[in-house]
């Protein structure tokens, strides 16, 4: 039964993942008081993910450091340099909005990414292994990043994100793969008819608690919505699209699915505090939109990865 729901939610994501952000919305007063929440679920998903993997398989994903070194490149200076340039274009160079498009491709790799590389048949040990040093780099990657572009120094409470981290990521990451090696493997089909089915229910929470959480900066998306939408929907396009072709030459569907979503996702909790906390409150608006943009874009490059995988097989076959 178990099994039969994940298969389910899959075929229904593309629903399930935009609804669940409009009743964020709309029940954003009474889901709010559960938003502490969020990082304990975020964990679970990445617990979930990680008892899948062994030593052996990370060992092999960090002898090749290649393609996370290449991911980062894509994720932290090809995209932030395109969002600079089309948020310039359109707004000029010293505008809040250039910041917040900016800051959305320089924040670190989302934890949420482990669940779509999973469901789509990319490489969970290498996205996992991505997503933990790139959130170790982030205390030093993002202020770098936004005072190379701005001249402007940001400060970050690093300790408190790296607790933050150990709770969403380093420790549920290991938990998984000590469980996977004690049992040498044999946990996973045990578990899974019973932990994915949840984990999918933990993921569709922490979508819903995350649009409770922004709900209430809605007001700041007033007055420039026709040019900031458009721009926000491409610039998190252009993000997936960097990561699936700026890996083209690898020839390796596997590598291609989870670079695409490495450089697609990021950690917007983390880019709206930041925007926040230490730029005009403008500045929180490209970044409030991305959430709403890459978890449905997320569903629609799912959707597309499937087809051309199908379509590739059937001429293969």
Not at 171 to 185: M, S
Not at 241 to 247: C, D, H, L, R, S
Request: glycine content about 8%.
């Amino acid at each position: 039964m178990g099994l039969a729901f994940n298969r389910r939610f899959e075929q229904w994501m593309f629903l399930i993942i935009p609804g669940s952000l409009v009743l964020g919305f709309f029940f954003s007063t009474q889901l709010h008081r559960f938003v502490p929440a969020v990082p304990y679920l975020f964990a679970y998903v990445t617990l979930t993910m990680a008892i899948g993997c062994g030593l052996q398989q990370l060992r092999t994903v960090l002898r090749k450091p290649g393609v996370m070194i290449w991911t980062f490149v894509l994720a932290h200076i090809v995209s932030p340099l395109i969002a600079y340039g089309l948020g310039s274009l359109l707004f000029g160079a010293g505008s809040p909005y250039v910041v917040g498009l900016v800051l959305f491709t320089i924040i670190p790799l989302g934890v949420s990414t482990v669940l779509w590389v999973g469901m789509s048949a990319g490489s969970v040990p290498l996205m996992l292994a991505m997503v933990v040093i790139d959130s170790a780099l982030s205390p030093f990657v993002v202020p770098a990043g936004i005072h190379l572009l701005f001249k402007t120094a940001v400060e970050t409470n690093t300790m408190q994100m790296m607790g933050d981290l150990l709770i969403l990521i380093v420790a549920p990451t290991i938990i998984g793969v000590l469980l996977y090696e004690w049992t040498k493997g044999r946990i996973q089909p045990f578990v899974q008819p019973y932990a994915a089915p949840l984990s999918k229910l933990c993921f569709v929470a922490v979508v819903a608690l995350n649009a409770a959480a922004i709900a209430p900066y809605t007001e700041m998306l007033r007055g420039d919505l026709i040019r900031l939408i458009p721009l926000s929907i491409v610039m998190v396009g252009l993000c997936y699209a960097v990561g699936y072709f700026g890996t083209a030459t690898y020839r390796n569907r596997e590598v291609q699915v989870t670079v695409s979503y490495a450089t697609g996702m990021r950690n917007i909790s983390l880019g709206i505090v930041l925007a926040l906390g230490y730029f005009s409150p403008l500045a929180a608006v490209p970044v409030v939109l991305s959430i709403l943009i890459q978890q449905p874009l997320a569903t629609v490059h799912h959707y597309v990865l499937q087809k051309l995988h199908n379509r590739k097989a059937s001429a293969d076959a």
